[in-house]
Each structure stands twice: as structure tokens, then as C-alpha cells.
């Protein structure tokens, strides 16, 4: 049922023992839903360290209060609303990547790599004019207004820079 839920957090009870193999299962099943544990361990700190390593991003120990839990809860749900966000921004990125035509894929690489209009022209056999259109359009495509902007966009969209050589 884990993977049909929407994106949230689970508040699990460590109490009934087999709380770290529960924890494994539903992070099995769905690898962004956060697990707050609660519970009360006697003590035993072996309990909330086995609930982390199990995947847990909080463990709360009896007595608790609604005010820790809620913030427990709340902080999980930043961890998920940061995740989503990042994911989003890495799929508009790709997109706008996506639009770019073979030659200015290839003179973004060169940028990536650090390469000047110059040297990727040379590399590329392009006129130096030609790269600047290039180079422009590609900015313009990734809505970019500086080079480091440009680097980031297509760094955060898994873009590799061309190697020194141009292989």
C-alpha cells in the first residue's frame, strides 16, 4: 500500500518490536516517504540507532508531546517538499536542454568544460560567430543571463562537459 501513498510522512510505534524490519519494508517500497518512530525503549539507545539505520529520520522516546511530534512531522515533510522540488527543477532543466539542437549541445559541453568561444570553435570547426549564435541561443534557451547560471542548469540536469581533446 506504501507506494499508492501521497507524499507525506508515516509516524510508526517502535513498541511492537519489530519496528527497524517494518521501517526497511516500507523504505523498500518507497524510498521518499519519511518514518518518524515513536516509541519508548527503556532506555536502550541500541533501539533508536537500529530505527535509523532501518531509515528512520527521527526517533522520538516516550513521553513525547503533540509540540515534539508535530515538529518532527513538519521538519519530515520539509525533507520531502526539498526532494520534490529539486526533482522538479531538474526536470524543467532537462526540458529546456532538451530544446537544444546538436551544435549548441556541443558548445555547451565546451562551456562546461571551460573552453572560450575561441577554443570550442576551434574545436568544433566553427566559425568564431557561429559559436557566439550558439552560445546565445543557448542561454536564452535555458533562461540563463550569465554563464555560471548556465553551468548550474545544465549542471543540475546531469550534463557532462566535453572532454579537453573535444572526444
Do not use: Y
Not at 519494508?25 to 533508536?48: M, N, Q
Not at 539505520?53 to 516516550?62: F, I
Not at 570550442?120 to 566559425?127: D, F, P, R, V
Request: overall charge neutral.
Amino acid at each position: 500500500m506504501a507506494n499508492a501513498l501521497m507524499p507525506g510522512c508515516t509516524v510508526l510505534d517502535l513498541r511492537g518490536g519489530d519496528g527497524p524490519m517494518a521501517i526497511s519494508e516500507l523504505k523498500a517500497h518507497r524510498e521518499r516517504l519519511p518514518i518518524v518512530a515513536i516509541g519508548s525503549s527503556g532506555s536502550d539507545v541500541a533501539v533508536g540507532v537500529r530505527a535509523m539505520k532501518a531509515g528512520a529520520v527521527d526517533c522520538l522516546e516516550a513521553p513525547w508531546t503533540a509540540e515534539v511530534r508535530l515538529f518532527a512531522v513538519r521538519t519530515a515533510l520539509a525533507e520531502v517538499r526539498d526532494a520534490t522540488e529539486r526533482t522538479r527543477s531538474r526536470d524543467v532543466s532537462r526540458e529546456r536542454i532538451g530544446t537544444l539542437t546538436v551544435r549548441e549541445s556541443a558548445v555547451l559541453e565546451g562551456l562546461l568544460a571551460g573552453g572560450t568561444n575561441k577554443t570550442i570553435a576551434c574545436t568544433l570547426g566553427l566559425s568564431l560567430r557561429t559559436v557566439e549564435i550558439h552560445r546565445a541561443r543557448v542561454m536564452e534557451a535555458l533562461g540563463a543571463q550569465i554563464l555560471l547560471e548556465a553551468v548550474l542548469i545544465a549542471a543540475g540536469a546531469g550534463v557532462r562537459s566535453a572532454s579537453p581533446d573535444g572526444e
